[in-house]
């Protein structure tokens, strides 16, 4: 490894659980010192790949190199799988705490130091110091059942960093606390991390946290890294709109790029800072609440519109607009605005972020049945004439845009069905991802308002089916 | 729901009745003679009855090694099915369970005709099989149940501290692990101390253990000093289970 | 491996467990008095059963149709208490709570031959003539506390509230406790009353002494006499093999509905 900084470098990683793939081809680096948060919902893999490399998991593929202080005193890379957790160089705070409840504090503490072998008046010294550190010194000798969750964190976090890992990896370590815990801890644990100079790899679902805490984010969804950098670029710029979406507030809509550093978007053309998407391609756009200046009459305003509802949210005002094209936008703002009346706002072009749209319209694997039918997420569906090659059997792509997917209430009126996995407001319509039954995505615009799992029957018209054979697509 | 307090009270007079009365009629017949006059002379005589102390003793000391065995033999098996590692079959487990809801006479019974069969002369080492062959089943069960709800991530904790897993299992699995072990002995060696039907069968009435001797003493309608040695045994039982918190024992069969 | 080692042990332990049971098993499809010998297959013994046993005085079949009786009766009874007295119990604090539920820890606790001594006593003392009744007495009062043991955990796991959200919707007292309280009782009920069952059927000792000189035969006590006489008499194996069977069911029927339910 050239880069003497780095002190984990993950390669390639892939885990499934059964026929679930959990992790999909995860590839990243930790440098010394580090606080790096692994971030997004249930179920994207994060707590799986920080358990890998702990070393509860094995992966299935890929490797996951540390740096290793050999017997000779010689710092070396060495891949960890099949080393067995107990053997790495690396402490885990768990979501539950886990502090063993036969053993009083102090002992708790020093169960890996009595492990090593350490002698008992530097244990002594050590667990004190720690103690110390976490707050906790008149604590040794109590009964951990004891002490409140905010407590048994601290000896949580006491007992590993005692240590002296060389990362610290904590999952979800503040989810069980309270609002104000939290925050206090948060900031404790800032603190920690800059006084202990150790690497920390934190797991969270909590962007605020995951804003707050790091040095770098690594937003994951779905087993994919969607975007690595720090909190300022990640919230700022995000590469994609799950990102947007993810951090913070925001208002994602579909834009068109007229020309570098020129986009349309709400039915207006803005000026902005992004550069090289081609010209009039599709682009989503991003805008953040707070980006949006408002006033009954405003000086330099490049678009209007009309206050639906106005919130106040303790720190700011949290508004609902019409614009003039009907988008609908969340802005916030220290003033209030009367719901009713008419509102003129403009957007600095720095405060746009284009986004490349991850696709433009439906493109789903099916397989050819005859001249008219396909067999697409596991059932047929009647499509537009084929042109080219038609033989019953060939793999094909069928081509259906957004808004021609029509969602049914019941399952059976659809030719298939599924369930309503993701949500994205776009200010005029609803972009929804809905998961087959046959465990496919399928992208679908609406205006109907649905729920996260609500299940529905998937309906599209022939004529909005267009295939393409294999040979077609080579052409 | 505050008066529902009231519905206590019919079960607090049964309870004074059928429970409380019984026991302290032990009491008041082991410390009669029978002309009802109170006298020590029922308890004194057991400490002078060089019998009934061997019997005492021999008591004692089966239970003690039954219930050893029952915990080397049975920790080791709850562990086992209690990982998923190591047993997925939730089949296995039911087998395990099963012959505690069989009679227990008639275990004991067909094990002693099994004896015979195979020509083994009765005695204490067909005894302690027996005895072991009977309880083995309480043993596990609590052991069984506990392990299996402990939570995981205690051992991954130590794990990820540094121990190998064998000290997994010395500092963390083993300690969290004694309230089972404490209700499985509390259910071994309390009901083979004062057993007395089985004794007899397993050892062709060579050996007799506490319970048998208060049994023909009753039956001989030496009630007296029947009760005294029911005493005695009650004040055994009594120490037994402050010793091993019987507060802590879970019910037999509980739900599966 | 690991694994292999495990299994292996799993295995002996379960062959001896059971090697009585087969056996016996076996050697309940054939006519031979002496076990150990084959004659051939044969239902002759399990015939026996419905015929008769050798004790005199009681047949084998009078004295499981006691058995059964006694257990159904004592367990119903059970319940009944059982249930009231744990709504009772639930709602009682500090040391009345504590008293009552030491009290109630005590048959369980005590070993079944003191609980057989003391109920002997009271009953000699109280001169109740000793026979049925006080049989089923002597196994209300050891089957009970197991009942409130199965029922208390539901009171607790249930939500306060349901009980009041009744009577806001209109329901008088009695018909909430009907219509909603019993209704989430009902499987701790359900388990307390199978656990009653279970231990009046397998009782030896308290029955032994409770049952007075009327000749009263439960099936412990009929095989006690029985094996005193000489060993396991033939009709035996074949009640053994129908027991061990008919649990084995039941148990395989109970643990396929939680794996149900489980899966849900």
């Known amino acids: 490894m050239s880069d003497k900084n780095i002190i984990i470098d993950i390669e390639h990683l892939s885990k499934s659980f059964g026929d679930h793939q959990v992790l999909k081809d995860i590839s990243l680096y930790i440098r010394k010192g580090e606080f790096v948060t692994l971030l997004g919902p249930s179920g994207c893999g994060k707590t799986t790949l920080l358990r890998m490399i702990a070393g509860f998991l094995q992966p299935d593929e890929g490797t996951i190199m540390m740096e290793w202080d050999s017997k000779g005193g010689k710092t070396e890379f060495r891949d960890v799988a099949g080393i067995p957790p107990h053997q790495r160089p690396l402490n885990t705070v768990f979501q539950r705490y886990a502090l063993f409840p036969h053993l009083d504090v102090y002992d708790n503490i020093a169960f890996g130091l009595k492990l090593q072998g350490v002698p008992k008046d530097e244990i002594d010294t050590r667990v004190r110091k720690v103690l110390k550190l976490v707050s906790m010194s008149d604590y040794e000798d109590r009964d951990v059942e004891s002490l409140s969750g905010g407590q048994q964190q601290r000896v949580a976090i006491a007992r590993a960093i005692v240590n002296r890992p060389k990362v610290l990896l904590l999952d979800e370590p503040l989810a069980a606390l309270d609002l104000k815990m939290r925050q206090d801890m948060q900031i404790e644990l800032k603190e920690m991390h800059q006084k202990l100079g150790i690497t920390f790899i934190y797991v969270t679902h909590d962007q605020s946290e995951a804003l707050t805490l790091s040095d770098t984010v690594v937003v994951m969804n779905e087993g994919k890294i969607q975007q690595i950098g720090t909190p300022i670029d990640i919230y700022n710029e995000p590469v994609n709109s799950f990102v947007a979406d993810f951090i913070g507030e925001s208002n994602i809509l579909n834009g068109t790029m007229v020309h570098d550093r020129k986009v349309n978007f709400i039915g207006h053309d803005f000026e902005c800072v992004d550069e090289g998407f081609g010209e009039n391609n599709p682009v989503d756009v991003v805008i953040r609440p707070e980006d949006v200046y408002l006033g009954y009459e405003l000086e330099g305003a490049q678009f209007s519109g009309t206050v639906k509802s106005c919130v106040f949210k303790g720190v700011h005002y949290e508004m609902y607009v019409e614009t003039d094209s009907g988008n609908e936008l969340q802005i916030q703002d220290y003033d209030a605005f009367e719901p009713g009346r008419t509102v003129q706002m403009l957007i600095h072009p720095d405060d746009i972020q284009v986004m490349k749209k991850e696709r433009v319209e439906n493109v789903i694997d099916c397989k050819v049945i005859d001249e008219t039918h396909i067999e697409m997420f596991g059932e047929e569906f009647e499509c537009a004439p084929i042109s080219g090659n038609v033989e019953s059997g060939i793999p094909a792509k069928a081509r259906i845009q957004f808004s021609k997917v029509d969602l049914m209430d019941h399952e059976e009126e659809g030719n298939a069905s599924g369930e309503v996995w993701f949500i994205l407001y776009k200010g005029n319509h609803y972009h929804l991802t809905v998961k087959t039954e046959s465990g496919e995505y399928v992208y679908v615009d609406t205006n109907d308002i649905w729920d996260k799992g609500d299940l529905v029957g998937i309906k599209i018209l022939p004529e909005d089916i267009t295939v393409e054979t294999v040979d077609e697509q080579e052409k | 729901m505050s008066k529902r307090s009231n519905w206590a009270i019919p079960y607090l007079i049964f309870l004074v009745l059928f429970v409380v009365l019984p026991l302290v009629l032990i009491v008041v017949y082991a410390l009669q003679d029978g002309n009802g006059n109170f006298t020590l002379s029922n308890v004194t005589r057991f400490f002078t009855d060089s019998d009934a102390l061997s019997t005492f003793a021999v008591s004692v000391e089966v239970a003690i090694e039954n219930t050893l065995i029952c915990l080397l033999l049975g920790y080791p098996a709850a562990y086992i099915l209690a990982d998923k590692n190591l047993n997925k079959s939730a089949v296995t487990v039911i087998l395990f369970i099963l012959p505690m809801w069989i009679n227990a006479l008639m275990r004991t019974l067909a094990t002693a005709e099994l004896f015979n069969v195979f020509g083994f002369t009765l005695g204490k080492g067909t005894l302690l099989f027996g005895m072991v062959y009977d309880y083995l089943p309480f043993m596990i069960y609590p052991i069984y149940n506990v392990l299996l709800k402990m939570d995981k991530s205690y051992a991954e904790a130590a794990s990820d501290l540094g121990a190998t897993p064998v000290q997994v299992f010395g500092k963390v699995t083993l300690p969290l692990s004694m309230p089972g072990i404490f209700s499985g002995i509390l259910m071994v060696f309390m009901p083979t101390v004062s057993t007395f039907a089985i004794s007899e069968f397993l050892t062709n009435n060579k050996i007799k253990l506490f319970g048998t001797i208060i049994q023909e003493n009753i039956n001989s309608s030496m009630w007296n000093y029947g009760a005294a040695l029911s005493l005695i045994m009650l004040v055994i039982i009594g120490l037994t289970t402050i010793l091993l918190g019987g507060d802590e024992r879970e019910v037999e069969g509980g739900t599966i | ?264």
């Open chain 3, 1 to 264: 491996m690991k694994k292999l080692f495990a299994q292996a042990y799993i295995w002996v332990l379960l062959v001896l467990l059971y090697a009585p049971i087969v056996f016996i098993a076996i050697f309940s499809f054939t006519e031979a008095r002496t076990l150990g010998n084959w004659t051939g297959f044969s239902l002759e013994l399990y015939k026996h059963i419905f015929t008769g046993g050798v004790n005199g005085g009681a047949s084998l079949m009078a004295a499981i149709k006691n058995t059964l009786v006694i257990a159904l009766v004592a367990a119903a009874f059970s319940t009944l208490l059982g249930t009231v007295s744990a709504i009772g119990i639930y709602n009682l604090k500090g040391r009345k709570k504590k008293t009552i539920q030491f009290l109630n820890n005590i048959p369980m606790i005590n070993p079944d031959v003191i609980t057989g001594v003391s109920l002997f006593l009271l009953f000699v003392f109280l001169h109740f003539s000793q026979g049925y009744l006080t049989v089923i007495l002597a196994h209300i009062s050891f089957c009970t506390p197991y009942v409130v043991l199965s029922v208390m955990p539901k009171l607790g796991q249930m939500n306060p509230n349901i009980y009041e959200a009744a009577l806001d919707l209109g329901a008088t007292p009695s018909l909430a406790l009907r219509k909603v309280l019993i209704p989430q009782l009902r499987p701790g009920m359900l388990s307390g009353f199978i656990l009653a069952f279970t231990m009046s059927l397998d009782d030896f000792a308290v029955t032994f002494f409770t049952r007075g000189t009327i000749g009263l035969e439960t099936l412990s006590t009929y095989i006690y006499a029985d094996a005193r006489k000489g060993g396991l008499t033939p009709e035996l194996r074949p009640l053994m093999t129908l027991i061990f069977t008919i649990i084995l069911i039941l148990l395989v029927i109970m643990n396929v509905r939680q794996a149900k339910t489980n899966k849900k």
